[in-house]
């Protein structure tokens, strides 16, 4: 490998830390404040944001809901989580940043 290999390979890795951080602290301002994280599995989450790491986004006194279980449609539901409260099923959840389609505030879910 020649050394300018190296050095533009080094500046890449270098590069994508410093975006993941800059993503990471514009997550974080949802701290505390309820959000709802929607994935790529069966499962939608809400819950207050904790935390997150390299791997994982990190909710605490969470809904953790099975779509399959349900006959209501994922929108009905966040609208009743906004208009009732969140009914919390977990006290923590990790949920892999892999898994993650979308998150926004609960606030910001719009009532029709």
């Known amino acids: ?21 800059k993503d990471t602290n514009e997550i974080l301002t949802y701290r505390n404040k309820y959000i709802v994280v929607d994935t790529n599995s069966n499962f939608l989450y809400i819950g207050k944001l904790d935390d997150i790491s390299e791997h994982f986004l990190i909710l605490r006194d969470a809904d953790v809901h099975d779509c399959r279980e349900s006959p209501s449609l ?4 966040l609208i009743d989580a906004k208009k009732y409260g969140v009914r919390c099923n977990r006290k923590l959840v990790h949920i892999r940043l892999e898994e993650v389609i979308s998150m926004s505030l609960l606030d910001n879910v719009i009532e029709y």
């Open 1 to 21: 490998m020649t050394r300018s290999s190296k050095t533009s390979s080094k500046k890449s890795r270098t590069a994508g830390k410093t975006k993941r951080k």
């Open 74 to 77: 994922n929108e009905k539901y």
